[in-house]
């Protein structure tokens, strides 16, 4: 994919307000500030992230970017759990903070979408601005005092797996590289819930795993279409979809497997949501 001079003027840009903003974090260790850093790498952020980038990016590589995530969320968790590291004492924590240490999530998750992104786009200053955000998100777990440094060392480099998981598949030459990783997230999902491990989370991944692999010979055509229209009509899809997704997070949980629901139908909306709007768009 190639980015034009703007685009690259704009990353280098924004790689060095990010790079000034984290200098001033590190400066100040000031809670506010790293806790700002840390809402980068959160759950809620890299839904949203994933669904926009799944209609904005050309060429299907959105798909290998939203797979990133889901593969990523499910595989800490099954680590998280599975190893049961502890966390710092509460008592020193400057955030609130959930579930086992090792590895963190939020540099796990945070490192395979930007990592996906890199591998993709092999732009340096995207690149750049990838490794300030990665290690801004990672610093806060460890400011904050939730995460010990070797947590977010092992959230690091898993991350660093599972971006290149869906960048390059897991070695089946015969199964698109994408849907490789997608469909251990599948497995790894089940496992979670089976054991009781993030429940609501691991719901969320699972439906949106499914949903996307069931309609996997459907994605092509869909990233066609996307393909066709422009940027904006593309942004504004993904942000009326991720509005669907912050509904279906919030009322989903009042009912037994309403989240797992909810988010199978939400991949179901993603995938279809081109070809809807195509011809909505000829009605009018």
């Not at 995207?126 to 998100?137: C, E, K, N, Q, Y």
């Not at 996997?216 to 593309?234: P, V």
């Not at 279906?248 to 037994?256: D, K, N, Q, R």
């Amino acid at each position: 994919m190639k980015t034009s001079g703007f685009a690259e003027k704009t990353l280098w840009i924004l790689s060095f307000s990010a790079g000034l903003l984290l200098a001033v974090a590190v400066a100040l260790n000031d809670e506010k500030l790293w806790i700002a850093w840390s809402l980068l790498g959160d759950e809620k952020f890299y839904l949203v992230a994933g669904i926009i980038l799944f209609f904005t990016m050309g060429k299907g590589m959105g798909v290998s970017a939203a797979v990133a995530v889901l593969f990523s969320g499910s595989l800490n968790i099954a680590l998280k759990y599975s190893l049961n590291l502890p966390r710092p004492p509460r008592e020193y924590w400057r955030a609130e903070a959930s579930g086992p240490g090792f590895p963190s999530g939020h540099s796990q998750v945070s490192t395979s979408l930007w990592t996906s992104l890199t591998l993709q786009v092999k732009r340096k200053p995207l690149a750049v601005f990838s490794t300030i955000i990665v290690t801004g998100v990672s610093l806060s777990r460890v400011f904050l005092m939730v995460h010990y440094p070797l947590d977010v060392v092992g959230g690091v480099l898993a991350g660093l797996a599972c971006g290149l998981a869906s960048f390059k598949g897991l070695g089946l030459r015969s199964v698109k590289p994408w849907l490789q990783p997608l469909a251990l997230t599948v497995v790894i999902s089940v496992v979670n819930l089976v054991n009781g491990w993030e429940v609501s989370a691991s719901q969320a991944l699972l439906g949106l795993a499914l949903s996307l692999i069931l309609a996997s010979r459907r994605i092509d055509h869909s990233m066609k279409i996307l393909d066709s229209l422009s940027l904006l009509e593309r942004f504004a899809m993904g942000l009326g979809v991720s509005l669907i997704a912050f509904l279906v997070y919030g009322f989903s949980a009042l009912i037994p497997y309403g989240v797992l629901t909810g988010f199978f139908l939400l991949g179901v909306i993603m995938v279809f949501t081109p070809a809807l709007y195509t011809r909505f768009k000829k009605i009018l």
